[in-house]
């Protein structure tokens, strides 16, 4: 079946210990989204690729950076976490048009200590 | 930008109809979606509407008043495995495909 894959499903990394969450998707979507969802909060979109291009949201820290090698695979990098960048990070796709849906992978839960 | 508002939690019992709410604003509409998440896990795609009226699927059926800038979601012979966050999504205007989020209702369905 085709899907959006994420892994880790959980992360537990240390306070300024950089880490890396992967994204796959073999829905051959051109558009690949990251959001970070707190608790009983609305997921907040991080960045998002069309294709190559890269979108950056204005108030996403500079902690976080993306990839996207291919269309395939998606990465988030967080350089330096701290405890406020504990959440579920999750990584979607869509095809871009404004009546498609986006498609979940089950998101990586990130823990700092 | 998009001002998405939704009830913080609502609760019902196994076997009822329930209304989930949504009202928005947007300087320009490009359709409204519906998504579910269980707790832990990711948001999955329930409904797209994008002209006035009312779209059924099976137990659940999604309903638009564009005029109004609101949308609601019926769920009906509530099962328990219902209980989860509905979250109401609106793309950003000018054509674009990037959905904006609710902050989402929390259904916890009774026996």
């Known amino acids: 079946d085709a899907m959006v894959i994420q892994n880790p499903r959980y992360q537990v990394t240390q306070f300024g210990k950089p880490v890396t969450l992967s994204c796959s998707q073999t829905?051959?979507?051109?558009?690949m989204y990251w959001y970070q969802q707190k608790s009983s909060q609305a997921p907040k979109l991080l960045f998002h690729?069309?294709?190559?291009?890269?979108?950056n949201e204005a108030d996403t820290p500079d902690n976080f950076q993306s990839r996207r090698p291919n269309t395939s695979f998606c990465f988030l990098d967080i350089r330096s976490p701290g405890l406020g960048d504990a959440a579920m990070y999750l990584c979607?796709?869509?095809?871009?048009?404004?009546?498609?849906?986006?498609?979940f992978g089950n998101g990586t839960r990130l823990t700092v200590t | 930008g998009q001002n998405i508002d939704q009830p913080t939690e609502m609760t019902a019992t196994e076997g009822a109809i329930v209304q989930i709410n949504c009202t928005y604003q947007?300087?320009?509409?490009?359709?409204l979606f519906w998504y579910q998440q269980h707790a832990g896990e990711a948001p999955t795609f329930l409904s797209y509407?994008?002209?006035?009226g009312l779209e059924e699927k099976g137990r659940f059926s999604s309903f638009l008043s564009r005029s109004k800038g609101y949308s609601y979601l019926l769920l009906k012979e509530l099962q328990m495995k219902d209980s989860a966050s509905y979250l109401c999504?609106?793309?950003?205007?000018?054509?674009?495909?990037?959905?904006?989020f609710g902050r989402g209702t929390s259904l916890i369905v009774h026996p």
């Open positions: 947007t300087s320009g509409f490009n359709g």
């Open positions: 979607a796709t869509s095809i871009g048009g404004s009546n498609s849906p986006l498609h």
């Open positions: 999504a609106v793309p950003a205007s000018g054509g674009s495909y990037i959905p904006t």
């Open positions: 829905l051959n979507h051109n558009v």
């Open positions: 690729y069309y294709d190559k291009d890269f979108n």
């Open positions: 509407n994008v002209l006035d």
